[in-house]
């Protein structure tokens, strides 16, 4: 089973706009990390939250995080043509034996930015 | 330094057929992965090493077997195909445990059971 759920499924915006995703949760975690993937291609490294940050920031993204709701939320500002892809969270499952060595993808979010 | 490897790029194969997929770093990385990825989904894990002459069972490992005999090289391999195996596949290695660092991906092999 998954262990994230992102959620849209799908978002379309215009050139210029912000740009929310969200992702849930079901296990404890040591951190959470969000991928990005152009259609066709491998999964980009975007960014990774330890689970006591709440809050990070790589230039236009914006991550936050509450381990109490089991959530994590990933914002694009001023969003682009080129940011058209699927955005994934990963979790580690952290406190079980083997959560160190493995993460574990949700479904992703399909942006779409149009110009 | 060319990263991810992936080795072929795409195959059809008939079902009961067998092949091997070969994934290749070139980055001295301690970890390796199989992902399956299907149409609107995530990754889900197949197999996974820690290391070299190590394997261990992801979330889907049922109809595959790895083997790491080199560190730089991960197998997948899939001795019957079924039409459930048509998919594209992802090899990713790391460092260090992917919790505390980066995961680098390859290109993707796109395989057709029919």
């Known amino acids: 089973s998954q262990q994230g759920e992102e959620d849209p499924q799908a978002l379309s915006i215009q050139e210029g706009e912000n740009a929310t995703m969200n992702c849930s949760y079901k296990?404890?975690?040591?951190?959470l990390q969000w991928y990005r993937q152009n259609s066709g291609r491998g999964l980009v490294h975007l960014i990774l939250?330890?689970?006591?940050?709440r809050e990070k920031h790589s230039g236009r993204l914006r991550v936050t995080l509450d381990t109490s709701k089991k959530s994590s939320s990933l914002l694009i500002t001023a969003s682009r043509a080129a940011d058209t892809a699927s955005y994934f969270c990963a979790t580690d499952g952290g406190g079980r034996e083997t959560s160190g060595s493995r993460l574990t993808f949700g479904e992703g979010t399909q942006l779409t930015v149009n110009p | 330094n060319a990263g991810v490897t992936q080795t072929p790029k795409f195959r059809v194969l008939k079902t009961g057929q067998s092949m091997t997929l070969l994934c290749a770093q070139d980055?001295?990385?301690?970890?390796m992965y199989w992902y399956r990825q299907d149409p609107g989904m995530g990754l889900r894990l197949i197999h996974y090493s820690v290391g070299e002459g190590t394997t261990a069972k992801g979330e889907v490992p049922d109809g595959y077997n790895v083997s790491r005999l080199k560190k730089q090289n991960f197998l997948l391999g899939l001795e019957s195909a079924a039409p459930s195996q048509t998919s594209v596949y992802f090899c990713?290695?790391?460092?260090?445990?992917?919790?505390?660092?980066?995961?680098?991906f390859g290109p993707g092999t796109r395989l057709t059971v029919l």
């Open positions: 939250i330890r689970s006591n940050e």
């Open positions: 296990t404890s975690i040591n951190n």
């Open positions: 980055m001295n990385h301690e970890y």
């Open positions: 990713a290695s790391c460092a260090r445990a992917p919790a505390s660092g980066l995961m680098g």
